[in-house]
């Protein structure tokens, strides 16, 4: 499974990039308002530190003025996946921007029905959101699940990114599924790493180690 970061945060992008972490980057109107930054800006510098696609999304509600933003967006990066929603205009606009060639990601999925529309219309990503069904009390890891049934059943292309993720258990839970990708937020892939009985098995060991009086170095 990819990994996508979830952020426009440069700095936790170049933390987990430097590890070899780093397949790709997610960014959306709400991220970009947290950053502070330009979009164009910030954006750019994304796409110049990592080499995988960076999804960079559009805030026109019509199909035209989806496209002329996508097209807009994807000068600053070759890199660049163009986001749209999955509305009807932007499953247009998702056809009408992969047909010339260029990399889409179609947001805000929350049906299996819609994720058939997207691959139908092309898209090279579809972004189902895991916890935002959750905290509608659905289950969004079953949506995953479905999707990934669908396009096995008929061989489509489009990869399945697991986004809204909020958990570690979500990244396994994806991952288990098989979700192409999935793109969370910098502390959810840190937080992957840790484990109870890891801390309390170091404890045991750096007390042993004291109680040797030795050193490695
Ligand atoms: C990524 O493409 C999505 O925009 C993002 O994962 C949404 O996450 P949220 O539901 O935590 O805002």
């Excluded at 980057?25 to 947290?34: D, E, F, G, H």
């Excluded at 947001?107 to 029905?113: I, K, V």
């Excluded at 189902?128 to 890891?141: A, E, V």
């Excluded at 892939?189 to 009086?213: E, P, Q, R, Y």
Aim: a negative charge; hydrophobic letters at 45%.
């Amino acid at each position: 499974m990819k990994f996508f970061v979830d952020t426009a945060d440069i700095d936790a992008i170049r933390e987990l990039n430097d590890l070899g972490m780093v397949d790709g980057v997610t960014t959306n109107p709400s991220i970009i308002m947290k950053s502070g930054r330009d979009i164009k800006e910030v954006t750019k510098e994304i796409c110049d530190l990592v080499d995988g696609p960076v999804s960079s999304e559009t805030v026109a509600l019509d199909a035209d003025g989806m496209i002329a933003e996508g097209l807009e967006l994807k000068k600053i990066a070759e890199n660049i996946a163009i986001k749209v929603p999955l509305t009807w205009d932007g499953l247009k606009a998702c056809k009408t921007l992969t047909d010339a060639g260029h990399m889409v990601n179609v947001t805000l999925c929350f049906s299996a029905n819609q994720a058939l529309l997207a691959a139908k219309a092309g898209a090279t990503f579809i972004s189902p959101f895991i916890g935002r069904l959750d905290d509608l009390n659905l289950d969004g890891m079953e949506l995953i699940a479905d999707i990934r049934e669908i396009y096995d059943n008929y061989g489509f292309e489009t990869q399945i990114l697991a986004a809204s993720i909020r958990s570690a258990n979500h990244m396994s839970e994806a991952a288990k599924i098989g979700a192409d990708v999935a793109t969370a937020p910098p502390a959810v892939i840190k937080a992957m790493a840790n484990h109870v009985l890891t801390d309390k098995g170091l404890d045991a060991f750096m007390s042993d180690w004291a109680k040797t009086g030795q050193k490695i170095i």
